[in-house]
């Protein structure tokens, strides 16, 4: 009995783990990370130069 009563609730957790990780998800769209990134622009060159002049501004 603690056995099946074990197996079920792991098959429903598990299930309910799963369903809460793709909530959301459009199953025709390719899956991306774009959502776990920053925005582009912190990826940039010109932003990295001028977050590093305001930075040497600030400790001066």
């Known amino acids: 009995m603690r ?8 098959v429903l957790f598990s299930i309910s783990i799963f369903n809460f990780a793709n909530a959301g998800d459009d199953p025709d769209k390719k899956p991306s990370f774009d959502k776990f990134d ?5 990826y940039s060159r010109e ?6 002049k305001q930075n040497r501004r600030f400790l001066r």
């Open 3 to 10: 056995k099946t009563l074990t197996f079920i609730f792991t």
């Open 38 to 42: 920053l925005d582009k622009k912190y």
């Open 47 to 52: 932003y990295n130069y001028e977050l590093r």
